[in-house]
């Protein structure tokens, strides 16, 4: 038996074979090998030949004749790689854009509102009415009592210095003179003019003598004596004494009048002093006008008023 591949030859190598179209009668005789070799061909190869004929004279192929695949024809293009698709595009809320594009409040502007509690605070306090301060000796006085307080205590209780409070200075200077004059000049001046007592001589519990006190001495406070207060710093701290610390009522009998004199905001003494136009050397002359008239103080050391 012939094997296929022997069998491939035998269309074109045997000589004398007729197409198709021949007739049976005129079909020269073959040999049984020869048939057999034409049998033995694959029909796919002749139809392959057959269509490659076809081809080369121009012909169609006939209907009958199954069309061959080529490899090139029956592969599938590659597919090209597609460009992915873009990301839709989400649409922010009318809120979010009004948010955006709205105008930002400036950073110096959060400052200002940042104070403005502060500022309401400091408006409201201004329209309050302000507190009547009292103007005259007895204001002036309570500022400069404190460089007197280290002495005399705070509340005039006492300590290096006398005692002020509870009436004391009142029994010691029932005149307000008196008072002005040894604040004035200092315990010490009394002793070099050889004042033995100052004071109320008939005070009860004997009349006080200079340096009679632990010893120590009462500092000279007038300017013309090496102190450093004015005259008129010297009345409003006595006066401050005398009414406040040691607690004497202005409104009484018996202290009304020197309080009008002396002490009130509306003393004419006081005024003078201030402005320069008295002294406590020439306050007798003065004021001897007025209806209590004002004894003699003086910037030396003397002996009391007699009462």
């Given amino acids: 038996m012939i094997t296929p591949t022997r069998g491939c030859l035998s269309i074109v190598e045997v000589s004398g074979i007729a197409s198709e179209g021949t007739p049976p009668s005129q079909r020269p005789d073959r040999s049984p090998r020869e048939v057999s070799a034409v049998t033995e061909i694959p029909e796919h190869l002749l139809n392959r030949s057959k269509a490659r004929r076809s081809e080369a004279s121009g012909d169609s192929t006939s209907d009958n004749a199954p069309a061959v695949a080529t490899p090139a024809a029956s592969a599938a293009p590659a597919k090209s790689k597609e460009a992915p698709a873009p990301k839709a595009v989400v649409q922010d809320p009318a809120y979010v854009v009004a948010a955006k594009t709205r105008k930002k409040i400036p950073f110096w502007a959060m400052t200002t509102l940042a104070l403005l509690p502060a500022w309401a605070m400091?408006?409201?306090?201004?329209?309050?009415?302000?507190?009547?301060?009292?103007?005259?000796?007895?204001?002036?006085?309570?500022?400069?009592?404190?460089?007197?307080?280290?002495?005399?205590?705070?509340?005039?209780?006492?300590?290096?210095?006398?005692?002020?409070?509870?009436?004391?200075?009142?029994?010691?200077?029932?005149?307000?003179?008196?008072?002005?004059?040894?604040?004035?000049?200092?315990?010490?001046?009394?002793?070099?003019?050889?004042?033995?007592?100052?004071?109320?001589?008939?005070?009860?519990?004997?009349?006080?003598?200079?340096?009679?006190y632990n010893g120590n001495p009462m500092p000279m406070q007038g300017e013309k004596a090496g102190g450093a207060l004015t005259e008129a710093e010297i009345l409003s701290v006595v006066c401050h004494v005398r009414y406040t610390t040691s607690g004497a009522d202005p409104a009484s009998e018996e202290w009304m009048s020197e309080y009008e004199t002396w002490c009130s905001p509306e003393s004419e003494i006081f005024k003078a002093l201030e402005t320069g136009t008295s002294s406590f050397d020439s306050i007798e002359k003065d004021f001897a006008m007025l209806a209590e008239k004002p004894g003699a103080v003086g910037t030396e050391p003397r002996a009391s008023i007699a009462k």
Avoid: W
């Fill in 122 to 212: 400091l408006y409201l306090i201004a329209l309050k009415p302000a507190e009547k301060v009292v103007a005259g000796p007895l204001s002036i006085g309570a500022a400069t009592y404190g460089s007197c307080a280290g002495c005399h205590g705070a509340d005039g209780a006492g300590g290096a210095g006398r005692v002020l409070y509870q009436g004391e200075v009142m029994k010691t200077f029932p005149h307000i003179e008196d008072m002005l004059n040894f604040v004035y000049t200092g315990s010490q001046q009394y002793v070099a003019a050889g004042i033995k007592e100052y004071g109320n001589l008939k005070r009860e519990g004997g009349a006080h003598a200079p340096l009679s």
